[in-house]
């Protein structure tokens, strides 16, 4: 079974850190670009950031610049987004997806996680 599974959504304050993984099994991810993904209540699902199949190339939004990171360890066949200084405006559901180049257009992406709960609250 081809499957996505995230992890490390929380709840965190404001200005705290979470650390999200984004696992495959059934599938190798080394032919895969990946994409985070978030949706807060009554708002359309955002892109946040996508790390090429070799990890060469990597894109953020811009709400979250110079606070997230994404990376990619090929050999635990799991990607990462790092996220620092989280805001309140951070709060979403987050989803990892799978697509052969990074693409901004949700509906490309071949293979969806469940998502993870983040929530940044005091």
């Known amino acids: 079974q081809l499957q996505l599974v995230e992890s490390g959504g929380g709840l965190v304050q404001p200005g705290g850190s979470l650390r999200l993984s984004c696992a495959a099994s059934?599938?190798?991810?080394?032919?895969?670009?990946i994409g985070w993904f978030r949706q807060a209540p009554g708002k359309e699902r955002e892109g946040v950031s996508c790390?090429?199949?070799?990890?060469?190339?990597?894109n953020y939004a811009d709400s979250v610049k110079g606070r997230f990171t994404i990376s990619r360890d090929n050999a635990k066949n799991t990607v990462y987004l790092q996220m620092n200084s989280l805001k309140p405006e951070d709060t979403a559901v987050y989803y990892c997806?799978?697509?052969?180049?990074?693409?901004?257009?949700?509906?490309?992406?071949?293979?969806w996680g469940q998502g993870t709960q983040v929530t940044v609250s005091s």
């Open positions: 997806a799978a697509v052969p180049l990074c693409t901004v257009v949700a509906s490309n992406y071949d293979y």
């Open positions: 059934g599938f190798t991810l080394d032919y895969y670009a």
């Open positions: 790390i090429s199949s070799s990890g060469g190339r990597i």
